[in-house]
Structure formats: C-alpha cells, structure tokens
Nanobody
Framework: QVQLVESGGGLVQAGGSLRLSCAAS????????MGWFRQAPGKEREFVAA????????FYAYSVKCRFPISRDNAKNTVYLQMNSLKPEDTAVYYC?????????????????WGQGTQVSVSS
C-alpha cells in the first residue's frame, strides 16, 4: 500500500510558477513509476507527466513539455512537478499517482494509487 499526499497548489497569475509536491508513505517508493494527472471542471482526467523509478526517464504531455519539469527524490519519498509559465488553461485539480509496473505512463489504468488532489488556479 502507498499513500500519496499532494501539496503546493494555489492561485497564481498567468505567467507565474508553482511547485507541486507529492509525499509518499512506505519504504518502496523507488519501486514505483510516478505520474501527475490533472482534471479540469467538466473534463476527463488527463496525463501531465511521469518519471521512471530511477528518475532518469521522464515523459510529458505535449501541452506541458518544457514548462512542467518532473523530478523525484527517492531519499525523501517525494515527487515534484515544477510548473512554469502557467496559463489559465492549466487550471485544474492535480493528482499524483504511483504505478508498481512499467507500461504506457499516460494511461490511468497503469496506476494503482492516487492522491486526493491539489487545486491549481491560474488567473488571466
């Protein structure tokens, strides 16, 4: 079992930055592929970014590539999403997720564990 707790969301103006954190419980954090997803009102939850177990390989949705670098610190059981050059269309609840297997990191069904989400709102 893995419990995930996101933090770092908030209200920011367009062009600003936020850093989301996701703290995981348990001793096996390094065995999980970690991902970030987001869900805007009235829309389906969509993939944002993911990072391999070692942190060497990263995956991004086209809409956030070069703006939202993902990173992880296995010693701290934490994964981060640095959100730069934020746009109003980035407004959503952001969720982190953990996958105990490799596969297509953009697919929700790969992930067994989810956090409760953190709200990010970007004003124009």
């Amino acid at each position: 079992q893995v419990q995930l707790v996101e933090s770092g969301g908030g209200l920011v103006q367009a062009g600003g930055s936020l850093r989301l954190s996701c703290a995981a419980s348990g001793r096996t954090f390094s065995s999980y592929v970690m991902g970030w997803f987001r869900q805007a009102p009235g829309k389906e939850r969509e993939f944002v970014a993911a990072i391999s177990r070692s942190g060497v390989t990263r995956f991004y949705a086209y809409s956030v590539k070069c703006r939202f670098p993902i990173s992880r610190d296995n010693a701290k059981n934490t994964v981060y999403l640095q959100m730069n050059s934020l746009k109003p269309e980035d407004t959503a609840v952001y969720y982190c997720a953990a996958a105990p297997r490799v596969g297509d990191t953009s697919i929700r069904s790969l992930y067994d564990y989810w956090g409760q989400g953190t709200q990010v709102s970007v004003s124009s």
